[in-house]
């Protein structure tokens, strides 16, 4: 499979990649009060605020329902973990080459964090591959339906969603069934039974669920998911597994989140570790 977009495409996408994930972590600095999240988000760059709510207005249940029937089949080609990371790392924000990360040292870091605090070895490989889901990017995917934080669709939105004034837009708010709390779901029926606004968490879920321990798939699967692993919102929605199983997304939030600032991993001497790690739980090709 062969990139679709321009490198001008690329180049900008990886820009609002960045400036996303910086907004996420300067949200979630430590000890921020509610009001301090309104104010934060009040300052935020007008592309990241414009990103949401091109993300807000298109993320409907039928466009989800598209994408998951387009994708979860899994059959866009099989590729090895490692040509995975080669492919997403062509997504290098080039407006800053010095200070930026690649994507896969941004995967690096994060898996280093994490080793370094002694988690076991599927621990490790959760934070290695946890964004190789991005690579829908890369298959033409606007940004808006690859990165951000998810939210369930077919239900109504809560207002602890990053700026929730934007769903007003939404066809979805005009129907009345979606807009009930519950919308199509039953009361903690669990998420496995909930559709997520579309992005790389679940499309990385779905390529490695056969392959990782439960712990480390919740992880992957929720990462994005702030409502609900930062603010609590949802547990309508979740039964007493997903309650359980959380615990281990809010273990996983903060490598993700604070592993950026620290120096850059050398290659050279961390790779044969996590060669050996891949291959472990990996075959040599998977299906995407
Ligand atoms: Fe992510
Ligand atoms: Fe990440």
Redesign the pocket.
């Known amino acids: 499979m062969s990139t679709v977009l321009s490198p001008t495409e690329v180049a900008q996408a990886a820009q609002i990649e960045e400036q996303w994930d910086e907004f996420v972590s300067g949200r979630y600095k430590e000890g921020k009060s509610e009001a301090e999240f309104r104010n934060y988000d009040a300052k935020v760059v007008p592309t990241v605020a414009e990103f949401y709510k091109i993300n807000h207005e298109n993320q409907t249940l039928d466009f989800v329902l598209r994408k998951e029937a387009e994708y979860f089949a899994l059959e866009k080609g099989e590729r090895s973990i490692w040509e995975a990371a080669d492919f997403l790392n062509t997504l290098v924000d080039d407006s800053d080459p010095d200070t930026d990360l690649t994507q896969i040292e941004?995967l690096l870091q994060?898996a280093e964090a994490i080793r370094k605090d002694g988690h076991p070895r599927w621990f490790v490989l959760a934070g290695f591959v946890?964004?190789l889901g991005k690579v829908l990017c890369l298959y033409g995917e606007p940004q808006w339906a690859v990165v951000g934080d998810t939210f369930p669709v077919g239900c109504a939105y809560s207002d602890q969603v990053v700026f929730p004034e934007f769903f007003a837009a939404n066809p979805d708010s005009t129907i009345p069934a979606y807009q009930t709390e519950n919308g199509i779901y039953e009361r903690e029926c669990g998420l496995d039974k909930v559709h997520l606004s579309f992005g790389h968490d679940e499309y990385i879920y779905q390529v490695t669920c056969k392959y990782m321990p439960e712990e480390a798939l919740y992880m992957l699967r929720y990462h994005s998911f702030y409502a609900a692993h930062k603010h609590g919102a949802y547990r309508h929605l979740m039964n007493e597994h997903d309650e359980r199983m959380f615990e281990w997304v809010h273990k996983f939030n903060p490598y993700?989140l604070y592993s950026k600032g620290r120096e850059r991993p050398n290659m050279q001497e961390i790779l044969p570790y996590y060669q050996d790690l891949v291959s472990e739980f990996f075959p040599e090709k998977i299906d995407w």
């Open positions: 941004h994060t946890h964004d993700d």
